[in-house]
């Protein structure tokens, strides 16, 4: 039977969030989101959230079907983003090391050698920089400028915005803070610059959610998606949790009221017709050729930041699989496939096979080594981006 399951963002409806825990589902970040889907044995998932949040499902689960409520649900650090002009700004800098944010198309993310979500977005640039690489960053400007002052890294960002975290404003958010002084600032790094210069805590949204559990205050200023306050609300219920404001002082009108209008086209009626309708209008489709150029940025971050962060040998094998199966599956197999004629593909595979092989025994000399002088973490760090 073709099982379906719904996983939805922190940013859709609350009576969305609460269907996708009700019925065995996940509410998450995009890329969590997707992880979701591997690890589950339902053959179809439901995305409610945004088109990029269904693209990457699909990148990470190409055999499965994506449903999306709606697929007109876009984003505007996406929307900011297009191929063309993407890939023109990276050609005049080839010496640059691509890394985007989760918020882009297939398109975007196959042109990159990282993709990450804000929650490891510092981890690995830090990393980069320490050997030497300049960064080309996309899509959010506010974001890349938070990642270069903490990391000091050579970044060139590319120019996009969120509609929703650009309309927080530091002036209106200080006047808050004067009412409420001992509340706490919790901010999204996609953020301006001056409302983060106010925050007690800037994270990503389930880092924002385990600060608001773990952190001494018990009224919390929150500077995201209001739909975040649900979840955010079941793990600290006896916390008040308070709204940053949007619109500047003495304005007469809240441009968006921290709420995104993409995430709110997902509704419960929507979903109702995409599980049982004719799933043609909600289905997400990626042409080959960009999935299996944009798994590979995707697999590799995913396995080389749990490896990295790993404190057991098990998150490490974790991380260590999830790289190899990339690398090989992503990549050398889907060429083989591709370009060698069916007689001679055994053949390719087995060549294939020797050489990884002999690289297998060459790493087994090599990481003692490594471990002793600069410690088992940097194993993982140094191979990340050169596989
Ligand atoms: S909240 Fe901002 S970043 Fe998130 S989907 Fe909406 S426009 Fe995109």
Same mark, same amino acid.
């Given at each position: 039977?073709?099982?379906?399951?719904?996983?939805?963002?922190?940013?859709?409806?609350?009576?969305?969030?609460?269907?996708?825990?009700?019925?065995?589902?996940?509410?998450?970040?995009?890329?969590?989101?997707?992880?979701?889907?591997?690890?589950?044995?339902?053959?179809?998932?439901?995305?409610?959230?945004?088109?990029?949040?269904?693209?990457?499902?699909?990148?990470?689960?190409?055999?499965?079907?994506?449903?999306?409520?709606?697929?007109?649900?876009?984003?505007?650090?996406?929307?900011?983003?297009?191929?063309?002009?993407?890939?023109?700004?990276?050609?005049?800098?080839?010496?640059?090391?691509?890394?985007?944010?989760?918020?882009?198309?297939?398109?975007?993310?196959?042109?990159?050698?990282?993709?990450?979500?804000?929650?490891?977005?510092?981890?690995?640039?830090?990393?980069?920089?320490?050997?030497?690489?300049?960064?080309?960053?996309? %899509? &959010? *400007?506010? +974001?890349?400028?938070?990642?270069?002052?903490?990391? #000091?890294?050579?970044?060139?960002?590319?120019? $996009? @915005? !969120?509609?929703?975290?650009?309309?927080?404003?530091?002036?209106?958010?200080?006047?808050?803070?004067?009412?409420?002084?001992?509340?706490?600032?919790?901010?999204?790094?996609?953020?301006?610059?001056?409302?983060?210069?106010?925050?007690?805590?800037?994270?990503?949204?389930?880092?924002?959610?385990?600060?608001?559990?773990?952190?001494?205050?018990?009224?919390?200023?929150?500077?995201?998606?209001?739909?975040?306050?649900?979840?955010?609300?079941?793990?600290? %219920? &006896? *916390?008040? +949790?308070?709204?940053?404001?949007?619109?500047?002082? #003495?304005?007469?009108?809240?441009?968006?009221? $921290? @709420? !995104?209008?993409?995430?709110?086209?997902?509704?419960?009626?929507?979903?109702?017709?995409?599980?049982?309708?004719?799933?043609?209008?909600?289905?997400?489709?990626?042409?080959?050729?960009?999935?299996?150029?944009?798994?590979?940025?995707?697999?590799?971050?995913?396995?080389?930041?749990?490896?990295?962060?790993?404190?057991?040998?098990?998150?490490?094998?974790?991380?260590?699989?999830?790289?190899?199966?990339?690398?090989?599956?992503?990549?050398?197999?889907?060429?083989?496939?591709? +370009?060698?004629?069916?007689?001679?593909?055994?053949?390719?595979?087995?060549?294939?096979?020797?050489?990884?092989?002999?690289?297998?025994?060459?790493?087994?000399?090599?990481?003692?080594?490594?471990?002793?002088?600069?410690?088992?973490?940097?194993?993982?760090?140094?191979?990340?981006?050169?596989?």
């Amino acid at each position: 039977m073709n099982q379906k399951i719904i996983v939805a963002h922190y940013y859709t409806d609350p009576a969305i969030q609460a269907l996708a825990d009700s019925t065995g589902g996940k509410v998450a970040d995009s890329l969590e989101m997707a992880k979701f889907g591997q690890n589950h044995k339902a053959q179809t998932l439901l995305v409610a959230g945004v088109r990029f949040m269904g693209e990457t499902a699909k990148i990470l689960n190409p055999e499965k079907i994506i449903l999306m409520p709606t697929l007109k649900a876009e984003c505007s650090l996406d929307l900011s983003c297009p191929e063309k002009e993407f890939n023109n700004f990276c050609d005049q800098h080839p010496e640059r090391t691509v890394v985007v944010y989760a918020n882009t198309s297939a398109a975007i993310k196959a042109r990159a050698h990282w993709v990450v979500t804000s929650s490891i977005a510092i981890q690995l640039i830090d990393y980069l920089d320490s050997l030497g690489k300049k960064i080309i960053w996309a %899509p &959010d *400007k506010h +974001l890349g400028r938070y990642i270069q002052k903490k990391t #000091g890294a050579d970044i060139l960002s590319w120019h $996009g @915005t !969120c509609i929703v975290h650009d309309e927080f404003k530091s002036r209106s958010l200080y006047s808050m803070k004067k009412i409420y002084p001992n509340a706490a600032i919790l901010a999204h790094p996609e953020s301006p610059e001056s409302v983060l210069a106010l925050a007690d805590f800037i994270g990503s949204t389930s880092q924002l959610i385990k600060c608001a559990q773990s952190i001494s205050q018990q009224q919390i200023i929150i500077a995201t998606d209001r739909g975040i306050l649900f979840k955010m609300q079941q793990a600290c %219920p &006896d *916390k008040i +949790l308070l709204e940053a404001p949007t619109s500047e002082e #003495g304005g007469m009108t809240c441009l968006n009221c $921290g @709420t !995104c209008p993409w995430m709110r086209m997902n509704t419960i009626k929507k979903i109702i017709h995409s599980l049982t309708k004719n799933k043609k209008n909600h289905e997400i489709h990626i042409p080959k050729r960009l999935q299996k150029k944009a798994l590979k940025p995707l697999i590799l971050v995913l396995g080389s930041i749990i490896s990295g962060i790993s404190n057991n040998i098990w998150g490490v094998i974790l991380g260590r699989a999830m790289q190899g199966s990339g690398a090989i599956s992503s990549v050398v197999m889907a060429l083989l496939n591709d +370009l060698i004629c069916e007689k001679n593909r055994i053949k390719a595979m087995a060549f294939i096979g020797l050489i990884f092989g002999m690289t297998f025994a060459v790493s087994i000399i090599i990481a003692p080594i490594l471990a002793t002088y600069y410690g088992i973490h940097s194993i993982f760090w140094i191979t990340a981006p050169t596989t």
